[in-house]
């Protein structure tokens, strides 16, 4: 199935229906008083996080949403129905902007609520609310009130506590294959993983989640490759694992990796360098142990990053990701207490 994880949209929420203007008659009843009822009031466009959704590919032929308008009132004082809301389903973590001013206005994870985008008009008044004691027979009514319309902009942002990022092939799929139910394509070529897919991790404790996005590589802020588009999945997760290719056929030694890599990471528009990010050194099925000692001594000298942000794996055997995945419940747990 196509992945999609950007649209755009107009919704118009519904008009209030019109007040009526309408007088009694009834027999042995001369002068019968107003008796218009108000305008019903139109329908609300309303989102709603719908937990079997994970693309936004609904919106790609269907980009307008027009919500009904309430009913007339009438006689006898009789208001005019309500229009029923036209709600939309949306997957978890789609924030919604307003198209025109770039402002967000909606940030969709929770599926508990329903989140009203567009108010629909509330219902005009019809004639009985017009009688005074100088105006007994008004004809007076007021016209429904416009609902809401809006140009909006759908972007989904993931939710994720770890996000994988690595120049292609680093061994990211194969990694989240290994540790999770998630089963990311993975191939010994460039660009295999052409979406971001979410594996759940059970812990010892606790579970979080990983999430695998397609490769970067050097110039990707500028278009290269697949750009950095993607990094929309990773931009709420705490925490990044940083691979790099201790095999890399490029060439590229983990220093330029890690260097190039955050360069990338950087030029995104949150700046995800900010975020908390360990260096996994994979592949080491293919290196001997002298090797790696030199890694971690380049590694923490040159870009000044701790030893314990460091670690060696291999996501093809699984040796060293039990120890990597413990690490990361722990610091994962520990953040979850400390903002509750
Ligand atoms: N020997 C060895 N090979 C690995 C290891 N991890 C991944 N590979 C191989 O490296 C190649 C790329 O693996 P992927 O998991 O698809 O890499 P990726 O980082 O997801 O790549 P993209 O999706 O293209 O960004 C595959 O042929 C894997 O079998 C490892 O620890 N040891
Ligand atoms: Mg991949």
Redesign the pocket.
């Known amino acids: 199935m196509n992945f999609i994880d950007e649209a755009f949209l107009e919704v118009r929420a519904g008009n209030g229906g019109a007040g009526a203007s309408s007088f009694r008659r009834e027999k042995y009843i001369p002068f019968g008083g107003p008796d218009g009822g108000d305008g019903g009031k139109g329908a609300d466009v309303v989102f709603r996080v719908n937990l079997n959704k994970n693309t936004l590919i609904d919106f790609q032929n269907k980009r307008v949403f027009i919500a009904k308008n309430g009913r007339p009132g009438s006689g006898k004082n009789k208001t005019g129905s309500a229009a029923e809301d036209l709600v939309i389903d949306i997957p978890k973590g789609t924030v919604i902007y307003d198209d025109i001013s770039g402002d967000e206005l909606l940030d969709c994870c929770d599926d508990d609520i329903e989140y009203v985008l567009a108010k629909g008009g509330d219902g005009g008044q019809g004639n009985a609310r017009f009688k005074s004691s100088t105006n007994q027979a008004p004809r007076k009514f007021t016209l429904g009130f416009e609902g809401e319309v809006r140009f909006i902009r759908l972007e989904l942002k993931s939710l994720a506590d770890v996000g994988?990022v690595?120049?292609?092939?680093?061994?990211?799929?194969?990694?989240l294959?290994k540790v999770s139910s998630a089963k990311?394509?993975?191939?010994?070529?460039?660009?295999?993983?052409?979406r971001p897919h979410l594996g759940a991790i059970e812990g010892s404790n606790s579970s979080f989640v990983i999430a695998?996005i397609?490769?970067l590589i050097e110039g990707a802020s500028e278009g290269a490759g697949l750009g950095i588009k993607f990094l929309q999945h990773i931009s709420r997760t705490g925490l990044l694992l940083i691979?790099v290719?201790l095999?890399s056929t490029d060439n590229l030694d983990p220093i330029e990796q890690i260097k190039l890599l955050k360069n990338e990471l950087s030029a995104y528009k949150d700046d995800l360098t900010q975020k908390i990010s360990w260096i996994v050194c994979?592949?080491?099925?293919?290196i001997n142990n002298d090797d790696l000692e030199i890694h971690s001594r380049h590694i923490q000298e040159e870009l000044d990053i701790a030893e314990e942000d460091i670690f060696f794996?291999?996501?093809?055997?699984g040796e060293g990701t039990q120890k990597l995945l413990q690490s990361l419940e722990e610091v994962i747990s520990q953040s979850k207490l400390d903002l509750t």
């Open positions: 994988l690595g120049f292609p092939n680093a061994g990211k799929s194969t990694f294959n990311p394509k993975i191939g010994s070529y460039p660009f295999t993983t052409l695998d397609p490769g691979f290719d095999y994979n592949k080491i099925d293919l794996i291999s996501a093809a055997t």
